[in-house]
Each structure stands twice: as structure tokens, then as C-alpha cells.
Nanobody, 124 residues
Framework: QVQLVESGGGLVQAGGSLRLSCAGS????????MAWFRQAPGKEREFVAA????????MYADSAKGRFTISRDNAKNTAYLQMNSLKAEDTAVYYC?????????????????WGQGTQVTVSS
């Protein structure tokens, strides 16, 4: 069974940091573009960051630039999202996604595999 499993979410104060992990199983994701999306209550799912299969290329939503860093370790079949300087508006369920194209995409419809999500709550 092919799975992406997120972890690392939790409750943090504004200004704090969290590191999310996305562990793949059932197949290798080392040739896939991967991304993080998030969905806040009452809002649509939105793009946060994406990374190419090699890790050499990444892209970010404007809201994440300068604060979040996406990375991956293909030997561990895992992607990460380091989140610093967290704000209350970052509160959401964060989802990991992967697709068989080598480069990431901002479009959620392009992704074939999704994790179940991990809750991030930032208190102000």
C-alpha cells in the first residue's frame, strides 16, 4: 500500500518553530516532485511549498517565503517542512503530496498521492 504519513505537527506559540516530516512507504518517491499544502478551517486547501525530485529546485507561496524551508532525504523516502517565525494565520492542517513528475507544482490537482494531514496550531 502506497502511503505518505505526516508527523511533527502540534501546538506552538507565535514566533516559534516546528518541523514537519512526510514519510513515504510502499514505493520510492525519490523521482517524484513533492509538496506541502495546508487547509485552515473554512478555507480552501492552499499551496505552501514544493521541491523537485533532486531537491535542487524549490518554490514557495508568498506567505511562506523567508520563514519556511522545504527539503527532502531520498535515502529515507522523506520530505520535510521547517517552519520558523510561526504566526497565528499559519494554523491549519498541513498535507504532504507527491506526483510522478520530477518537479513540484503549485496546483493540487497535479498530485497523485496525499497524506492524511497533521494539525499545526499557533497561539497568539
Amino acid at each position: 500500500q502506497v502511503q505518505l504519513v505526516e508527523s511533527g505537527g502540534g501546538l506552538v506559540q507565535a514566533g516559534g518553530s516546528l518541523r514537519l516530516s512526510c514519510a513515504g512507504s510502499g514505493r520510492s518517491f525519490s523521482s517524484d516532485g513533492m509538496a506541502w499544502f495546508r487547509q485552515a478551517p473554512g478555507k480552501e486547501r492552499e499551496f505552501v511549498a514544493a521541491i523537485s525530485w533532486s531537491g535542487d529546485t524549490s518554490m514557495y507561496a508568498d506567505s511562506a517565503k523567508g520563514r519556511f524551508t522545504i527539503s527532502r532525504d531520498n535515502a529515507k523516502n522523506t520530505a520535510y517542512l521547517q517552519m520558523n517565525s510561526l504566526k497565528a494565520e499559519d494554523t491549519a492542517v498541513y498535507y504532504c503530496a507527491a506526483h510522478s513528475r520530477r518537479y513540484g507544482s503549485r496546483n493540487a490537482a497535479n498530485y497523485d498521492y496525499w497524506g492524511q494531514g497533521t494539525q499545526v496550531t499557533v497561539s497568539s
